[in-house]
């Protein structure tokens, strides 16, 4: 099956910082990637569609320019959690469909802010 | 939006023992995956079945469209068999978005 990756899998930063995520699709060109999270003992929050070239769909309630995202090419899409506090401390996870439509995703990202 | 409910939400087996996994979906779709989260959070695709059986060793699934459920079945499950297993549906095939269930924890013991 096509493979997605996603670095860095583990993050700690300071509360008012930002960090970027990135998820790339390596054996197959992605022109939607989906960017969700996953708190302790829970299902998976879809946060956001990326789209190639246009801006990303975010899902209500999801704060756009607190988590911005980039799809600047077919194979690579970026999560920007901007000044990042402790209540944005999750498990982020992206992932892209193929050309048959099945869903691949990455490793995730654990993100704490302190 | 589209309702995926799944069942059981926690199930303990003997190592040996065979399980059913439910997933029951509230509208017509065109996608339904199910995946396995392993410990570390990985998601690991086990089927992509919008409709019919399909099976992979010893695990198999089946995907009544228009009853609006799916079925994931394990045989003979192993200790390695545990974690968390995901049903996710989609209203279109190619770039949809998925709406996920709850889950189901597997948990076999020794």
């Not at chain 1, 999560?79 to 996870?93: K, M, N, Q, R």
């Amino acid at each position: 099956g096509a493979v997605v990756s996603q670095h860095p899998s583990r993050v700690i930063c300071k509360s008012g910082t930002s960090v970027k995520i990135e998820c790339r699709s390596l054996d197959f060109q992605a022109t939607t990637m989906f960017w969700y999270r996953q708190f302790p003992k829970q299902s998976l929050m879809l946060m956001a569609t990326s789209n190639e070239g246009s801006k990303a769909t975010y899902e209500q309630g999801v704060e756009k320019d607190k988590f911005l995202i980039n799809h600047a090419s077919l194979t690579l899409s970026t999560l920007t959690v901007t000044s990042a506090h402790p209540e944005d401390s999750s498990f982020y996870i992206c992932s892209a469909r193929d050309l048959a439509g099945e869903q691949f995703f990455g490793p995730g990202t654990r993100l704490t802010v302190l | 939006g589209i309702q995926v409910e799944q069942s059981p939400p926690d199930l303990i087996l003997q190592e040996g023992a065979n399980s059913t996994l439910r997933c029951n979906f509230s509208d017509s779709v065109n996608n339904l995956q199910w995946f396995h989260q392993n410990p570390w959070g990985q998601l690991i695709n086990l089927f992509y079945i919008p409709s019919g059986t399909k099976q992979n060793g010893r695990l198999s699934a089946t995907t009544v469209a228009t009853e609006r459920y799916s079925l994931l079945y394990i045989s003979s499950s192993q200790t390695t068999d545990s974690g968390v297993y995901f049903c996710a549906v989609a209203l279109n095939t190619n770039a949809g978005k998925s709406t996920f269930g709850d889950g189901t924890t597997l948990t076999v013991k020794p």
